[in-house]
């Protein structure tokens, strides 16, 4: 078994620090057993990151370089990543319990963040106004200053350079918090930072705990600027502290999403869907297809092939099988894992059909079951509530009112999902279900590129693509009388 360092350190002012909160052990999902230590910080560390920051944004090092610059900066800490590949993934796939090929999948994810936000620097471009003779108009773009982004455990290297990269690209200076229960691979940010040559204090990574260094961060008058990702219960008191300081504030929050199936689907690209969407990193995705939403003409076709997808997957440790697609890895925490095992149950009392798994496995380590339930009806708790596990519903449907109804029955709206032939019929649902994103015929479409993020309580603002350059800009307007 490769060795991970024993103890992990802060990031704190272009110095590698201790933690005022002791050390906090970070398990390795695949065994239950203690991976190694990572420095925790308190409220002064918080602190200290922050005033760095906030002197780094004060003086104009990153604002007065030429945008092309900064994003060369920004690029370079991609290449960082994907040149330390190897031993990245490895970290990441020991703290998160994920398999090293989806590991290295969220190294070259996070990698293209840096790459595709890089390049944006230089295309952000103001406007003039037009306000007749005698007047001279111009709007531009300017960092807010300190941007703090709290991050999730589930993809904690690409969460956090999906929000650094663009907020670097705009020429703010950045305080990450990172999970508690993976945060060992966002050390790799700092050094891809201290190699890209960014100036001390640009790029802060802490971790400590959500109730107080989060809490810390998102309540700090120095801060102007919030992305949070994670739960929604977290996400209202970061809304909350937010509101206090009027900041702004992006939360990125959880999903109940569905993908409606009509007869007329390509099923061997449904069942791969399927495959991706609700059992890639054991379902522990905001954007998963835990729901399934089939016509009755197709359903216990549908049901009978996921199920047979769902008992080929191998699950066990992420070492294991280094080959790509080869195996489902373990769930974040036991507490995770035994919340989620507790739902199948419930699930089964309120009448839905267990047709694959629904147990954790009988070994080491936090693993559950690939998981399918049929029988599956909109009030069940099943079909509402978020389980962030390897967990698919299966419903089924007549008339197409009632799958859209189906589909945007639930207190969230963050992707959805259309499986048909008819292009029309694909065209008028997307239009229809409530959703940030629709991807048709393959769910995960899109890419960095594609904006993407949550109606309802999935929360609101966006990631990706260009649109989210406006989350770390604030517009100011220059109106000039040309004297005579
Ligand atoms: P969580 O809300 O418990 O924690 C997320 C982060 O917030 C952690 O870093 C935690 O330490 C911190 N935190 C906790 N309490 C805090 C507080 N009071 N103040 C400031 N920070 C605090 O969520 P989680 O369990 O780590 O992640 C799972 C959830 O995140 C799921 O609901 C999932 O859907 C959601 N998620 C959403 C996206 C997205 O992009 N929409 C991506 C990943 C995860």
């Given at each position: 078994m490769p060795e991970v360092k024993a103890y992990w350190q802060n990031y704190i002012d272009g110095a590698w620090t201790d933690g005022g909160a002791g050390r906090i052990v970070v398990d390795d999902p695949a065994t239950g057993e203690n991976l190694a230590e990572q420095g925790l910080a308190d409220a002064g560390d918080v602190n200290r990151a922050v005033v760095a920051a906030r002197a780094c944004h004060e003086t104009g090092v990153l604002t007065a370089m030429r945008p092309v610059e900064r994003g060369r900066m920004v690029q370079a800490m991609g290449d960082y990543l994907l040149a330390n590949i190897d031993i990245i993934a490895e970290v990441l796939c020991r703290e998160a319990g994920k398999p090293l090929w989806e590991a290295r999948l969220e190294v070259e994810g996070a990698a293209r963040y840096f790459e595709y936000y890089g390049n944006q620097a230089e295309t952000f471009e103001g406007r003039s106004i037009p306000l007749g003779e005698g007047y001279y108009d111009f709007t531009s773009y300017e960092p807010y200053g300190v941007s703090a982004q709290v991050i999730p455990w589930n993809y904690p290297l690409e969460m956090a350079a999906r929000s650094l990269a663009p907020a670097l690209a705009t020429g703010n200076a950045c305080v990450v918090k990172t999970p508690e229960l993976a945060p060992l691979s966002s050390a790799y940010i700092a050094k891809a930072a201290e190699h890209a040559g960014l100036p001390r204090g640009a790029v802060n990574i802490l971790c400590g705990l959500g109730r107080e260094a989060g809490a810390s961060l998102v309540g700090h008058r120095d801060v102007s600027q919030i992305v949070f990702i994670g739960s929604v219960t977290t996400g209202i008191s970061i809304a909350s502290a937010a509101a206090r300081n009027v900041v702004p504030c992006v939360l990125e929050l959880g999903g109940k999403s569905a993908a409606i199936v009509w007869p007329d689907a390509d099923l061997d690209a449904l069942v791969s869907s399927v495959r991706w969407g609700i059992f890639f990193n054991a379902g522990q995705v905001c954007s998963a297809m835990s729901r399934l939403i089939v016509h009755d003409d197709v359903h216990d076709e549908v049901v009978e092939r996921v199920a047979d997808m769902a008992r080929s997957i191998s699950v066990g440790p992420g070492l294991d099988r280094p080959d790509f697609g080869a195996n489902m890895g373990a769930m974040i925490s036991a507490a995770q894992r035994d919340r989620a095992e507790a739902m199948c149950r419930e699930a089964k009392r309120q009448g839905a059909r267990p047709v694959v798994g629904g147990r954790k496995l009988n070994q080491p380590g936090y693993f559950l079951e690939p998981t399918i339930f049929d029988g599956v009806t909109p009030d069940m708790n099943i079909a509402r509530d978020e389980i962030f596990g390897p967990v698919l519903s299966v419903l089924k449907f007549g008339e197409d009112e009632e799958a859209v109804r189906i589909a945007n029955g639930t207190d969230y709206g963050l992707v959805g999902g259309v499986f048909t032939a008819d292009v029309t019929r694909a065209m008028k649902t997307a239009a229809r279900l409530r959703a940030g994103q629709v991807f048709v015929n393959e769910w995960f479409a899109g890419g960095v590129e594609t904006p993407f993020g949550g109606y309802g309580k999935s929360g609101y603002g966006r990631e990706k693509?260009?649109?989210?350059?406006?989350?770390y800009v604030q517009t100011k307007n220059i109106a000039i009388s040309l004297q005579s």
């Amino acid at each position: 078994m490769p060795e991970v360092k024993a103890y992990w350190q802060n990031y704190i002012d272009g110095a590698w620090t201790d933690g005022g909160a002791g050390r906090i052990v970070v398990d390795d999902p695949a065994t239950g057993e203690n991976l190694a230590e990572q420095g925790l910080a308190d409220a002064g560390d918080v602190n200290r990151a922050v005033v760095a920051a906030r002197a780094c944004h004060e003086t104009g090092v990153l604002t007065a370089m030429r945008p092309v610059e900064r994003g060369r900066m920004v690029q370079a800490m991609g290449d960082y990543l994907l040149a330390n590949i190897d031993i990245i993934a490895e970290v990441l796939c020991r703290e998160a319990g994920k398999p090293l090929w989806e590991a290295r999948l969220e190294v070259e994810g996070a990698a293209r963040y840096f790459e595709y936000y890089g390049n944006q620097a230089e295309t952000f471009e103001g406007r003039s106004i037009p306000l007749g003779e005698g007047y001279y108009d111009f709007t531009s773009y300017e960092p807010y200053g300190v941007s703090a982004q709290v991050i999730p455990w589930n993809y904690p290297l690409e969460m956090a350079a999906r929000s650094l990269a663009p907020a670097l690209a705009t020429g703010n200076a950045c305080v990450v918090k990172t999970p508690e229960l993976a945060p060992l691979s966002s050390a790799y940010i700092a050094k891809a930072a201290e190699h890209a040559g960014l100036p001390r204090g640009a790029v802060n990574i802490l971790c400590g705990l959500g109730r107080e260094a989060g809490a810390s961060l998102v309540g700090h008058r120095d801060v102007s600027q919030i992305v949070f990702i994670g739960s929604v219960t977290t996400g209202i008191s970061i809304a909350s502290a937010a509101a206090r300081n009027v900041v702004p504030c992006v939360l990125e929050l959880g999903g109940k999403s569905a993908a409606i199936v009509w007869p007329d689907a390509d099923l061997d690209a449904l069942v791969s869907s399927v495959r991706w969407g609700i059992f890639f990193n054991a379902g522990q995705v905001c954007s998963a297809m835990s729901r399934l939403i089939v016509h009755d003409d197709v359903h216990d076709e549908v049901v009978e092939r996921v199920a047979d997808m769902a008992r080929s997957i191998s699950v066990g440790p992420g070492l294991d099988r280094p080959d790509f697609g080869a195996n489902m890895g373990a769930m974040i925490s036991a507490a995770q894992r035994d919340r989620a095992e507790a739902m199948c149950r419930e699930a089964k009392r309120q009448g839905a059909r267990p047709v694959v798994g629904g147990r954790k496995l009988n070994q080491p380590g936090y693993f559950l079951e690939p998981t399918i339930f049929d029988g599956v009806t909109p009030d069940m708790n099943i079909a509402r509530d978020e389980i962030f596990g390897p967990v698919l519903s299966v419903l089924k449907f007549g008339e197409d009112e009632e799958a859209v109804r189906i589909a945007n029955g639930t207190d969230y709206g963050l992707v959805g999902g259309v499986f048909t032939a008819d292009v029309t019929r694909a065209m008028k649902t997307a239009a229809r279900l409530r959703a940030g994103q629709v991807f048709v015929n393959e769910w995960f479409a899109g890419g960095v590129e594609t904006p993407f993020g949550g109606y309802g309580k999935s929360g609101y603002g966006r990631e990706k693509g260009r649109e989210a350059l406006w989350n770390y800009v604030q517009t100011k307007n220059i109106a000039i009388s040309l004297q005579s």
